[in-house]
């Protein structure tokens, strides 16, 4: 504690954090586990995370007697939160003080449905402490209190988030952490610095402090995104208001990628599911289609299960693994879980059979017709492509303008100052779409220059091949915006 104390401020914001690979390392994931209060029933061989060919028949595995142990253990609170997350049931702990509103859902009567979910997460020590949150201000500060109290090595990449970029660690950002553990400010600093630690050590320090957007920390990966499809989000949530991402392993090859670029696409993901409060305090689930899977290699199940649970603000309630092939369901599935933390597997649901009758069953789990995609028997189309434009358009309008100052809000009554000026020829007279952007800027300084070019006339798509976004003549969205904000200069001068 009084190392910690002694050293500067200044020194801690600005060193330079050193990669743990903890996204490699078998330390802080077991952390993690015991902090959960978890308590491992097997040794796992030391060696087993270094081969590239897993022998699977000899691998720890969960056996179907552990399972029956693990449920027998379970106390009447614990049952009660875990159906509560797997079927998106609505627990009456208004009493306690957890309840939360949600109203994300698509169909009408969802959100009274999702009304009354709870915010309790994961089983564990965490999850008991049932009690009325404090004020923000009181939370945060206590936030800030057991972040100092952490080694310094693992918030190194915080502080130079707090440096770098303040916007991405606001009060808001960091009460969603509070928020994710039920106000434990001593995990949620965890947390927060965990989020900060994998996103350095999986972007790089070149982009981990870029906004998280398509055009920032994931402007390289964008197009291995859409080309490999493993990861796909839903555009609706379930019934109880929490998001979907949809998950094909069969399509994994890392002889094309690497393990990092599959984790930032993940990390991105739940990126965007966290923007909306509801979404992020009603959770995520997973829907797994392992039909086709034949391969996996238990060396990268602590990357991924870094990601998927213990780094940004939002609890998985279910993960969904259907129609496993009979390659998963007697040799991948029982190591999974194994490997993973107790209230990770006890949210993991298996579902055997054709896809019907999971489609079925699915019902019974906040997962209706309507809810699911058509690859699982359901009516929702997935669309990777539609989805990304229409993240990246989104990103666009909340982007500042590049360099450009903003201009002033023109006035009516500058009388005969303004009259006795000459009149300025706006706009390109050979494009009168440009032209109608230019007006639509002057006429509201706040409108992003993306929206100001749409209100123009420009229509614009991504381009897979030259991996960049042009409008219908061929000419890229960079060099609009750039010419546009050249005439918004020109205008004041």
């Known amino acids: 504690m009084q190392k910690a104390a002694d050293e500067s401020s200044e020194q801690r914001n600005l060193a330079t954090p050193e990669p743990r690979d903890i996204l490699w390392h078998d330390t802080m994931f077991d952390t993690a586990c015991r902090t959960a209060g978890d308590v491992p029933t097997k040794d796992m061989p030391p060696d087993a995370d270094e081969n590239e060919e897993d022998d699977l028949e000899n691998a720890p595995a969960f056996t179907a007697q552990d399972e029956l142990n693990e449920v027998a253990s379970l106390s009447p609170a614990d049952i009660v939160a875990l159906e509560s997350d797997l079927r998106g049931l609505a627990t009456d702990f208004a009493g306690l003080g957890l309840a939360f509103s949600t109203s994300t859902s698509t169909k009408q009567g969802d959100a009274e449905a999702a009304a009354n979910r709870t915010s309790t997460g994961s089983i564990g020590a965490q999850d008991q402490r ?21 080694p310094s090595s693992q918030t190194a990449a915080y502080h130079q988030a707090v440096t770098k970029c303040p916007d991405l660690v606001s009060d808001e950002r960091r009460t969603a952490f509070l ?3 039920n106000y434990d400010a001593k995990l949620a600093a965890e947390r927060l610095a965990r989020c900060w630690e994998v996103r350095l050590e999986l972007f790089g320090p070149d982009r981990c402090f870029l906004p998280m957007t398509l055009d920032g920390a994931m402007k390289d990966e964008a197009t291995n995104m859409l080309q490999w499809r493993i990861w796909q989000p839903l555009p609706v949530t379930d019934t109880a208001g929490r998001a979907l991402i949809y998950i094909d392993p069969s399509r994994r090859n890392f002889a094309e990628y690497s393990m990092e670029q599959e984790c930032m696409v993940l990390f991105y993901l739940l990126e965007a599911a966290v923007e909306d409060p509801d979404v992020r305090r009603s959770g995520v689930v997973y829907i797994s289609d392992g039909r086709r899977m034949q391969r996996y290699t238990r060396k990268f199940r602590h990357p991924f299960a870094t990601v998927l649970f213990l780094v940004q603000p939002i609890r998985m309630r279910a993960f969904h693994f259907c129609c496993p092939s009979r390659m998963a369901n007697y040799m991948i599935e029982p190591v999974v879980r194994y490997a993973v933390r107790r209230d990770m597997r006890l949210r993991f649901k298996k579902h055997n059979g054709s896809v019907e009758s ?6 019974g789990y906040c997962l209706p017709r309507d809810r699911l995609p058509t690859e699982l028997g359901g009516d929702v189309v997935l669309d990777l492509k539609t989805w990304m434009l229409g993240r990246w358009a989104l990103e666009c309008s909340r982007a500042s303008p590049s360099g450009a100052p903003a201009a002033k809000q023109p006035k009516t009554g500058d009388g005969p100052q303004l009259a006795s000026k000459k009149p300025k020829q706006r706009g390109n007279l050979s494009d009168p779409r440009m032209a109608r952007a230019l007006e639509a800027r002057l006429a509201d300084p706040d409108i992003a220059l993306y929206d100001a070019l749409i209100a123009g006339g420009y229509s614009f798509s991504y381009n897979e091949e030259r991996n960049t976004i042009f409008d219908t003549d061929g000419i890229s969205l960079q060099q609009r915006k750039n010419n546009l904000c050249r005439r918004i200069r020109n205008e004041k001068r």
């Open 130 to 150: 049932q009690h009325q949150p404090p004020s923000p201000a009181a939370a945060l500060s206590r936030l800030d209190e057991e972040m100092s109290n952490l």
């Open 179 to 181: 928020e994710c553990e």
């Open 358 to 363: 999971v489609r079925q069953t699915l019902e």
